[in-house]
């Protein structure tokens, strides 16, 4: 919505026009003054943009997202759980951060570049995992994956559903991208077949999502309730990896309100919160693959991360999809370092939206960061190319702002580019 500010400026700019012989003069009728007035000025969000060029950020592909998903799927996507207190947090925290800008800096060229387990990317931005990508593009993960390469940024393929329900699903993406992928599975789908599948694809690094655990996701919810049926989703198979295993999503009604909590429950079905430290021992006694614990917020977790031989950590709440704490991430960025002591790579996510929210997690020590929504919403818009235009404008984002501190690369970062918020 317009800001009531802006619009009452606007309203008082052309009653003056209108109440002055001016526009008489020049032709425009009063009907055309008063449609004029009638119609509220857009804000940025509400403006869909018709092709990449026209993007400013990453929210106009937000808006332009909206328009072209499924309002389920949207709200799916963008939408946090319970109250979206988590999703809120994870932006409310950059705010206790400033940059402090240096001037007369002289840089002229920025170096983006990052090694991670010694291998090096453009840039510390990458895709986090995100399921059932098919559902928001045809054939989302392979279009991701031809992003990716593009810009040649790391991205995590999510291995749930839809790609591990395809017999080459996972090969396919693969094959798009060019190299191996890293490839994230959920907590308790841990096992055996699911490791030898990854590695039969070359996969250097198993990211191993731990913070799944029974989401209220009510926006989403509150959609199905109110009785979209847009799709078959007991029988088509963009459908299944999501909706198979909750049939009682296509019956909710009104009648039935319980039925809407679904999964909810941390204990219910088979979540990570069943999960102890044993397990990450199994998992690790069976696999070379490097193994990235994605999802992990505190400090003692970190430290138990790395004397279980854990290669790395990502931190993580799901982009606010999963829980209730209403913490976000970069907040929890100092204590899962100090965890790490520096022994294991230490990445985020979660409400990453611009260059300078990047900046601020690199400043604090972070070693990469992860985008989900933002690159789905440039999938779901426009393709691999919206997906490369999110790229492109949160990595000119952070040059800018790494220009701005002195900062021609990353190792030039440094923490004393950030003040707390006074
Ligand atoms: C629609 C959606 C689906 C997701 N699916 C997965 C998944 O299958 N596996 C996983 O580890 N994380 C998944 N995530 C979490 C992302 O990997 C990432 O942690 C989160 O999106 C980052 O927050 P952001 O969306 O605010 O950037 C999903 C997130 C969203 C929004």
Same mark, same amino acid.
């Given at each position: ?259 809407? &909590?679904? /999964? *909810?429950? #941390?204990?219910? @079905?088979?979540? !990570? ?5 044993? +397990?990450?021992?199994?998992? %690790? ?112 984002? &952070?040059? /800018? *702002?790494? #220009?701005?501190? @002195?900062?021609? !690369? ?5 923490? +004393?580019?950030?003040?707390? %918020?006074?």
């Amino acid at each position: 919505m317009a800001s009531t500010k802006q619009n009452s400026d606007r309203r008082a700019f052309l009653s003056f026009l209108a109440a002055s012989p001016i526009l008489a003069y020049a032709g425009f009728s009063s009907r055309w003054i008063e449609e004029v007035l009638a119609a509220p000025v857009p804000q940025q969000n509400e403006v869909v943009i018709k092709s990449v060029k026209e993007a400013l950020n990453v929210f106009d592909f937000d808006a332009a997202a909206r328009v072209k998903l499924t309002p389920a799927h949207y709200t799916f996507i963008t939408d946090g759980s319970f109250n979206n207190e988590t999703l809120r947090a994870n932006r409310d925290g950059f705010l206790k951060y400033e940059v402090r800008l240096r001037r007369l800096t002289g840089i002229t060229n920025v170096d983006q570049s990052v090694k991670i387990f010694g291998k090096a990317w453009e840039s510390p931005i990458f895709f986090s995992p995100v399921g059932r990508m098919n559902a928001y593009y045809p054939d989302g993960a392979v279009v991701v994956a031809q992003a990716a390469k593009s810009t040649r940024t790391l991205q995590v393929l999510a291995g749930s559903a839809a790609v591990i329900v395809d017999p080459r699903g996972v090969e396919r993406v693969v094959e798009a991208r060019g190299e191996p992928l890293w490839i994230a599975g959920l907590g308790s789908s841990m096992d055996e077949k699911m490791l030898r599948r990854f590695e039969a694809t070359g996969c250097p690094v198993l990211v191993w999502t731990i913070d799944d655990g029974g989401a209220n996701t009510i926006g989403a919810k509150s959609v199905q309730r109110a009785g979209v049926r847009d799709l078959d989703r007991e029988a088509d198979d963009r459908c299944v990896g999501c909706h198979a295993n909750l049939p009682q999503i296509t019956r909710i009604t009104k009648d039935t309100p319980m039925d809407v &909590l679904g /999964a *909810i429950g #941390a204990l219910q @079905g088979e979540t !990570s919160v069943k999960l102890n430290w044993e +397990d990450v021992k199994r998992v %690790r006694d069976m696999t070379k693959m490097k193994i990235v614990l994605k999802g992990i917020v505190a400090g003692e977790d970190a430290a138990l991360a790395v004397k279980h031989g854990v290669d790395g950590i990502i931190i993580s709440n799901h982009g606010g999809h999963e829980d209730a704490s209403g913490r976000g991430t970069i907040e929890c960025l100092p204590e899962v370092l100090s965890g790490a002591a520096g022994k294991i790579p230490v990445l985020i996510d979660s409400g990453f939206r611009g260059g300078a929210d990047v900046f601020k997690a690199l400043a604090l020590g972070a070693t990469a960061v992860g985008i989900g929504r933002p690159h789905i919403w440039g999938l779901s818009s426009f393709g691999q190319e919206g997906v490369e235009t999110v790229v492109a404008i949160l990595r000119r984002e &952070l040059q /800018a *702002i790494m #220009a701005q501190t @002195g900062a021609a !690369s990353i190792a030039q970062i440094h923490r +004393d580019s950030l003040v707390p %918020r006074g």
